[in-house]
């Protein structure tokens, strides 16, 4: 937070200084509060819409970028007023381009680089229980096959009930899937079961079907169910009831349909309205910056899709329609 507040006041002392040596260039006596108040209005603009990530630069690059836009500001000493003083203006909007881009791209990586290795880890933790499974599943048959030899047969019903519940779990995940996928649903799975939430996957066919690239495919499915656990997490808490989260995925007439409906608390209107539209909007606590909901939107569309969802009655329900276009 400190942070932000130093950078935000540098980036509005500057554009102060900067609009003030422009206006001198003219022959109206323009007032002080112009510029201030232009850069303000600028400055909350940016506010606003932007997404702060200069932080992944580090210390040394932001503090070195500061002071070539510092040295800027010797141009208005020994120099008159002119035209010229276009040019450290330009240079400090071009200057400042950079900064946001360099660091909306190392932030980019990072994430990217976080997010390989959760999906590596999520696909070790499938692969090792499917192999557990299968390592175990002659000890079942040889368990169940003395059962029924010694006519125990409401033991073996309960044993192979038990045994069922436990594979199915892993065949809801993984069955037809991608690696990849099937590691992201086998853990968004596994984590909600964890929270005590219900979930229900109703898939006519392998969400690896989509035309989406993996990436694509797992980043989606990714903020869909997290975000979904999320309210359904504190949905529960409130009112002490076990919440439920259905994924369903099906293709009716050339589209991929692929909706998630969940329990959730209210959300307030001015959320609501923005929600998949920009940066910034999110219905979580401090720490959370609203990226999620917006990544949705930008992968849904660069496939030619669309997104819309609904929230009514404590359920909160979200409509995924992507052509079947490869």
């Known amino acids: 937070m400190k942070t932000t507040f130093i950078y935000w006041a540098f980036l509005t002392l500057l554009g102060i200084t900067h609009l003030h040596a422009l206006f001198s260039v003219f022959t109206l006596d323009i007032p002080i509060f112009v510029p201030i108040l232009l850069s303000l209005i600028v400055i909350f603009i940016l506010f606003k819409r932007m997404i702060l990530e200069i932080v992944e630069l580090g210390i040394l690059w932001n503090i070195l970028l500061?002071?070539?836009?510092?040295?800027?500001?010797?141009?208005?000493?020994?120099?008159?007023?002119s035209w010229i003083?276009?040019?450290?203006?330009?240079?400090?909007?071009?200057?400042?381009?950079?900064?946001?881009?360099?660091?909306n791209k190392v932030a980019s990586l990072a994430?990217?680089?976080?997010?390989?290795?959760?999906?590596?880890?999520?696909?070790?933790?499938?692969?090792?229980?499917?192999?557990?499974?299968?390592?175990?599943?002659?000890?079942?048959?040889?368990?169940?096959?003395?059962?029924?030899?010694n006519k125990?047969?409401?033991?073996?019903?309960?044993?192979?009930?038990?045994?069922?519940?436990?594979?199915?779990e892993t065949n809801l995940s993984i069955r037809g899937e991608r690696g990849i996928?099937?590691?992201?649903?086998?853990?968004?799975?596994?984590?909600?079961?964890?929270?005590?939430?219900?979930?229900?996957y109703d898939l006519d066919l392998p969400l690896s079907t989509?035309?989406?690239?993996?990436?694509?495919?797992?980043?989606?499915?990714g903020n869909l169910l997290s975000n979904s656990m999320d309210a359904c997490e504190e949905w529960q808490s409130k009112h002490h009831e076990q919440a439920l989260?259905?994924?369903?995925?099906?293709?009716?007439?050339?589209?991929?349909?692929?909706?998630?409906?969940?329990?959730?608390?209210?959300?307030?209107?001015?959320?609501?309205?923005?929600?998949?539209?920009?940066?910034?909007n999110t219905t979580k606590g401090n720490g959370h910056e609203g990226l999620g909901t917006k990544m949705m939107k930008d992968i849904v569309e660069e496939h030619k899709g669309f997104l819309d969802?609904?929230?009514?009655?404590?359920?909160?329900?979200?409509?995924?329609k992507i052509p079947e276009i490869r």
Not at 85 to 102: A, D, N
Not at 152 to 168: C, I, P, R, S
Not at 252 to 258: E, F, K, T, V
């Open 66 to 81: 500061c002071l070539m836009q510092l040295s800027l500001l010797f141009i208005y000493i020994y120099t008159a007023p």
């Open 152 to 168: 125990q047969y409401h033991e073996a019903k309960t044993y192979l009930d038990q045994l069922v519940d436990g594979y199915e």
């Open 181 to 200: 996928v099937a590691g992201v649903l086998h853990q968004m799975y596994r984590q909600a079961q964890n929270k005590g939430i219900a979930v229900v």
């Open 245 to 280: 989260l259905t994924l369903q995925f099906y293709k009716r007439s050339g589209l991929y349909l692929l909706t998630c409906k969940n329990n959730s608390l209210p959300i307030p209107s001015s959320i609501l309205d923005q929600l998949f539209h920009s940066y910034g």
């Open 111 to 149: 994430r990217s680089l976080q997010q390989f290795e959760e999906q590596q880890n999520q696909i070790n933790e499938t692969f090792r229980i499917v192999r557990s499974e299968r390592h175990d599943f002659l000890k079942h048959v040889s368990a169940v096959h003395f059962m029924l030899e």
């Open 309 to 320: 969802f609904t929230y009514k009655k404590e359920e909160f329900l979200v409509k995924i």
């Open 85 to 103: 003083y276009l040019v450290p203006f330009l240079i400090f909007i071009g200057l400042e381009y950079m900064r946001k881009s360099s660091a």
């Open 210 to 221: 989509l035309p989406l690239s993996d990436q694509h495919i797992v980043a989606l499915l």
